[in-house]
């Protein structure tokens, strides 16, 4: 297979800071490229630093934006040694801390990097704290999201308008918003579509627009094209449930070959026993379906060990 992949010339840890840093006003924290084949967030951020500056939006709060994985966005891969997304465990954190920098992996140094901009950020109490981590997926679909930490996360994913997937997070452990809602900050991830698809950035940007206005860091009138950007969004997810629960992962071992059958995409509704993907060494053996319900985030790179998500029932069985 050809190696297609284009990464990004120069990706700055901080993409962009804008607001005061006082601690009675609000902030948004804003990640992307956590994982470096997804590179739509950092494009997206850009276009909304760059807006911000035009047209002189008054700040009501601070914003910071975040790169994630500095070399695989570069490299145009989705990690170097590991998943900077499953890093997050506060054992790992605590490891991490105690052990020596000389020893860190390429996403050690990059989490360690991560560590030090967020506790700049955030060692001052603040009224209010609003995490979004932007990113993308491998096969194509509608945009949703996954929120974890304290009840205000829902309020600010449905801000968004787009399907929440709930039980995400007792799947899949070690993110980046189970960490920072373990602290007590609304977050929220969103899954903008496909990695390299245009409408990706566009959503990423939506996203990023509304979520300031959700944490108050900027008033609704003083976005320009708000009611566009929303709906934009909510065009992007049309037809799909607001909410819906995630009851499986089929998890790969290490170095396991493994091949979703070409065609299938987010949200695709299955039936139990489907023929969903091929595994094994010369991919002899089939996956099938377990139950019927509603398939996401199929697996079509080549690296991490989460084969595809089915959600229980699916959107159009009411
Ligand atoms: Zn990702």
Redesign the pocket.
Known sequence: MGDQRKGLADVERVLGTVGEAHSDAPILIVTAG??G??PAGVHALRRVFAELAQHRVPMQGRFVALSGNRTGLTRGV?FVDEDL?RVWSAARIDELRRGDTRADDSEQREQREILAVLERELHVPRRSITHL?L???SGVGPPFTVIAGPDSSRDAANALGVTLLLGLESIIEGTLIEYLGSLGYTTV?I?GGQNDAAATIDHHESAVWLMLVQSGVVREADVPRFAELKERLLRGAEGLPSELEIAYCHRLEPEEQFRMLPGYSNFDPVVEGQLLARSGPHLEHEVRAPWTGTLLMPRYQGQGLDGFFLGRGTQRAG
């Open positions: 956590i994982h084949n997804e989705r997304n981590d990113h993308s997926t991830l899954e």
